[in-house]
């Protein structure tokens, strides 16, 4: 058991949550350390997906926490779900942790 809090505080996995509101998605996402770099790498994938940030509250202190609000930019005209905008946050994440390590 300590063996695997070990290994999961060296790698530890991102706990991301998207909620679909009226016009758009709540997401959350913590991470137990503190990531440089990460919040640029998670708004090119809403960038990418054709989310407008409309509200945005970011913590990279001791560990990273961001709660934004993403509304999709209507000329864009396809739908997108909250599955979608988790697996686009996930793999944003997926990136970035492994061009930290090959630095």
């Not at 706990?15 to 996402?29: R, S």
């Amino acid at each position: 058991m300590e063996a695997a809090q070990t290994s999961s505080h060296r790698n530890p996995l991102p706990m991301v949550t998207v909620e679909t509101l009226e016009k758009g998605f709540l997401i959350n996402v913590f991470v137990d350390r503190s990531c440089p770099g990460l919040l640029v790498s998670i708004l090119e994938a809403f960038e990418e997906l054709g989310l407008n940030v409309q509200e945005a509250r970011v913590s990279c202190t001791d560990s990273f926490r961001l709660q934004a609000v993403g509304g999709e930019n209507e000329e864009q005209g396809e739908c997108i779900d909250a599955h979608v905008v988790k697996q686009a946050v996930l793999q944003a994440v997926k990136n970035w942790n492994e061009s930290t390590e090959q630095e």
